[in-house]
């Protein structure tokens, strides 16, 4: 099974900015990240697919940078003019199964977690 290595994360005033770091322990089908804010469910913020093609959330467009990292099997997601609507913990997730692409930004697809990272933007 995959295991996945998350890195990052932090405190940070709103405006500023964060990168995350997960590196994958082999190759996947799809890597991204989530997060989950308290009392509400985990959503989507941003996706890769093993082609490069990648996709965000709403709320992320514009703000947050999916790349892949220097290192083999690494997804590095750049985040700037953070709110504090942000904050949440943020999880690195992928999946070696095939995914529509519809459906990539669902939690649901991914058999494989991290343990997650927390980013905190204060006003």
């Known amino acids: 099974q995959v295991h996945l290595e998350e890195s990052g994360g932090g405190s940070v005033q709103a405006g500023g900015s964060l990168t995350l770091h997960c590196t994958a322990s082999r190759a996947t089908y799809i890597m991204g990240w989530f997060r989950q804010a308290p009392g509400k469910e985990r959503e989507g913020v941003a996706v890769r697919r093993n082609d490069g093609i990648t996709k965000y959330g709403d709320s992320m467009k514009g703000r947050f940078t999916l790349s892949q990292g220097n290192a083999k099997n690494t997804l590095t997601l750049e985040m700037s003019s953070l709110e504090p609507g942000d904050t949440a913990l943020y999880y690195c997730?992928?999946?070696?199964?095939?995914?529509?692409?519809?459906?990539?930004?669902?939690?649901?697809?991914?058999?494989?977690w991290g343990q997650g990272t927390q980013v905190t933007v204060s006003s």
């Open positions: 997730a992928a999946t070696s199964s095939f995914v529509l692409w519809a459906q990539s930004l669902s939690e649901g697809a991914y058999e494989v």
